[in-house]
């Protein structure tokens, strides 16, 4: 089955259209959550469905929160069952396999894991069950440089989550800003999947969006202070 990694700005791009809105979202988001649903890529749809409700449930949007999770069951439903059907491929088999692998490789480590691997990693050049990589990014820089190393990765999201507190509602910016934060969700989540946080295509957004985050943060200080009272 075909997988190109930037099928990522798809998802991204769903978040940030139901964060932004507009009037052409009515076309651009149904076009989106098709082409999504026609990757065939589960990790992508679940990441894209939890970045999503927790967007609207963080901005109080219920109406749309039981609308987004209908059509979440729905793309569940495709990507899962129906769309495979028709596939010359047997992809629920190859689906098979990926989980048996992916599995494998957690009782691996289980199996295998000692204090020195818990406190510094086992070493960049170390197999996971036969393999130099894994598809679970955070499992694969834990076993390799150890939980200091972890710690440095999850830290952009956590930055991102800081300077995303500190944005006043009345922001101009507020919209854009929720797109951006929950996009970094999307990304970190779908990384326990399939490595994107530890690559470019992932990394650079992430980037992108703390530092845009932290812009909108210190204007929405700003004019925070410039208020009278």
């Not at 130099?132 to 999850?154: C, D, Q, R, T, V």
């Not at 934060?181 to 994107?196: D, E, K, M, N, R």
Request: proline share 3%; hydrophobic share 55%; with cysteine.
């Amino acid at each position: 089955m075909f997988f190109y990694k930037g099928f990522l700005y798809i998802a991204i791009g769903i978040v940030l259209l139901i964060s932004l809105g507009g009037r052409h979202i009515r076309v651009l988001l149904p076009i989106s959550i098709v082409a999504l649903a026609l990757t065939l890529t589960r990790g992508l749809v679940l990441s894209t469905v939890i970045a999503v409700l927790l967007m609207l449930w963080v901005t109080g949007r219920r109406r749309a929160m039981l609308i987004a999770f209908l059509c979440a069951l729905a793309s569940i439903v495709l990507v899962w069952y129906f769309l495979p059907s028709f596939s010359k491929i047997d992809l629920l088999a190859q689906r098979a396999i990926s989980n048996s692998v992916r599995v494998g490789d957690i009782s691996y480590m289980i199996q295998n894991v000692d204090p020195a691997i818990i406190l510094t990693g086992s070493g960049f050049g170390t197999l996971i069950n036969g393999r130099l990589n894994i598809e679970n990014s955070y499992l694969m820089i834990f076993w390799k440089i150890g939980p200091l190393a972890l710690a440095f990765w999850l830290s952009p999201v956590v930055l991102s989550w800081y300077y995303y507190r500190q944005i006043s509602l009345n922001s101009a910016h507020y919209r854009i800003a929720n797109g951006l934060f929950f996009g970094v969700i999307l990304v970190y989540v779908q990384t326990a999947t399939i490595p994107y946080l530890n690559t470019p295509i992932g990394l650079s957004f992430v980037l992108i969006s703390l530092f845009s985050l932290r812009t909108i943060a210190v204007s929405s200080r700003s004019d925070i202070e410039r208020m009278p009272f």
